[in-house]
């Protein structure tokens, strides 16, 4: 691993958003994502295949032969990560490319941004579309005190026992509380929320955002007990407040 010397002229790291779906790029991200892809060859990725997609759909002129990826993914061993960097010490930038969205943020990118940070690189965040902060703007819920809690867990009583104690913080702390859960298991989380949930708690269900599908509701989990809703594969946020 190189270490950033005092005086050295090094690269940056630019967190690049990607669209939600398959959208045009470029209908949601602003034209400033388009300039700073065109002028970086070094990138850390979730996936190389989308990610070079990715990149020539915003910059179809883009040399492909000439970028450098990087994978960043559930299979990268902690002690890879910091030689990820290793072309900021040579002055290159390097961008990194969520799957969907903006890195960092339930992203792995988070732990480059922390080595980066570590080795005193200049990190650069891009504005782009984020799920959970467009699901919390649209909610009606309160956006002054919200938690992100990431994915549910996958065993069904534990899962029931986060919903529960998610509710009390919600309504002990005025806290609006944000979850995700894989979309083939959308319709499953659905019934089992309003089952589990007091029928005056407040569900809303953001699913498809920025995409022509698009659907965001709000309504108390005794009315969407009384909804058929089919969110099966769909990408979707939940928000609760009690």
């Not at 940056?12 to 959208?23: E, H, Q, S």
């Not at 991200?29 to 990725?45: F, Q």
């Not at 190389?48 to 492909?64: D, G, H, L, M």
């Not at 938690?147 to 104690?165: C, H, Q, T």
């Amino acid at each position: 691993m190189e270490e950033v010397k005092p005086g050295l002229v090094v690269g940056k790291v630019y967190l690049i958003p990607t669209a939600l779906g398959d959208n045009a790029p470029l209908e949601v991200l602003p034209i400033s994502v388009k300039g700073t892809i065109e002028r970086i060859d070094h990138y850390i990725v979730e996936n190389e295949k989308t990610a070079r997609r990715f990149i020539k759909r915003v910059s179809p002129s883009k040399s492909q032969p000439e970028l450098h990826l990087q994978s960043l993914n559930k299979y990268t061993k902690p002690e890879e990560i910091p030689g990820f960097l290793d072309p900021c010490i040579h002055g290159h930038d390097i961008g990194i490319l969520s799957e969907a969205g903006c890195p960092g943020i339930a992203d792995p990118g988070a732990d480059v941004v922390r080595v980066a940070h570590e080795k005193r690189i200049q990190v650069v965040p891009l504005v782009g579309p984020s799920s959970i902060l467009m699901a919390m703007m649209s909610s009606g819920m309160n956006g002054q005190n919200f938690a992100f809690n990431g994915y549910l867990p996958i065993d069904n009583a534990e899962r029931k026992k986060m919903v529960k104690s998610l509710e009390r913080l919600s309504k002990d702390k005025g806290q609006s509380q944000i979850f995700m859960e894989t979309p083939y298991r959308n319709n499953k989380l659905v019934k089992e929320l309003v089952k589990t949930l007091q029928k005056s708690t407040r569900l809303c269900i953001a699913c498809d955002i920025t995409l022509p599908t698009e659907f965001i509701s709000t309504k108390s989990a005794h009315e969407w007990s009384e909804i058929e809703i089919d969110l099966d594969k769909r990408p979707t946020i939940y928000i609760i407040q009690a």
